[in-house]
T-cell receptor, first 114, second 116 residues
């Protein structure tokens, strides 16, 4: 089965630093997402991306966050100035052209902000 | 607004017992999809099932079965003859398209522990 790939699997950064989390979605997929999961909590929606623009974002996704699909294959999440509370597992997901399709999730990037 | 509620935070049973995980959802959309995902201790999200709002047939897959009842907005998941490997966090999720929203909305998850 095709996979969504996320790198790195773990990222440790200092508070205030910028981080970029990378994802390679499944090649024929059109919808892309970022979710996060703080340890022991639910999986929370951050942002969805379709047709080269953000289609929806949550209140968590403030001005410190941005997404980009720079080259048609990668999908990145940038956190401009990390805070302690940004520590979480970040999941990238993608889904195909049909709106009834399941989301395929990557294995996640565990971000630790010190 | 779309919302998924999994009222059971944690369940612990002894191996071979049957266990049912509850899921209740809210949406104003008439077309929507319901999902269950499993998150084992390794952390990844594993897709288990998708069900659309027009198909209320229950589904069985091996030891797993799902009961979709539109009248009560519930999509419950039963594991028969549970095994230790079933220990994980299970998430129910809803994907609806009200006002163009495409996202998947997750419940809080139920941590299932199967004891030998």
């Amino acid at each position: 089965e095709p996979e969504v790939t996320q790198t790195p699997s773990h990222q440790v950064t200092q508070m205030g630093q910028e981080v970029i989390l990378r994802c390679v979605p499944i090649s024929n997929h059109l919808y892309f997402y970022w979710y996060r999961q703080i340890l022991g909590q639910k999986v929370e929606f951050l942002v969805s991306f379709y047709n080269n623009e953000i289609s929806e974002k949550s209140e968590i996704f403030d001005d410190q966050f941005s997404v980009e699909r720079p080259d048609g294959s990668n999908f990145t999440l940038k956190i401009r100035s990390t805070k302690l509370e940004d520590s979480a597992m970040y999941f990238c997901a993608s889904s195909g052209p049909a709106t009834n399709e399941k989301l395929f999730f990557g294995s996640g990037t565990q971000l630790s902000v010190l | 607004a779309q919302k998924v509620t999994q009222a059971q935070t944690e369940i612990s049973v002894v191996e071979k017992e049957d266990v049912t995980l509850d899921c209740v959802y809210e949406t104003r959309d008439t077309t929507y999809y319901l999902f269950w995902y499993k998150q084992p201790p390794s952390g990844e999200l594993v897709f288990l099932i998708r069900r659309n709002s027009f198909d209320e047939q229950n589904e069985i897959s091996g030891r797993y079965s799902w009961n979709f009842q539109k009248s009560t907005s519930s999509f419950n998941f039963t594991i028969t003859a549970s095994q230790v490997v079933d220990s994980a966090v299970y998430f129910c999720a809803l994907r609806a398209f009200f006002q163009g929203a495409q996202k998947l909305v997750f419940g809080q998850g139920t941590r299932l522990t199967i004891n030998p």
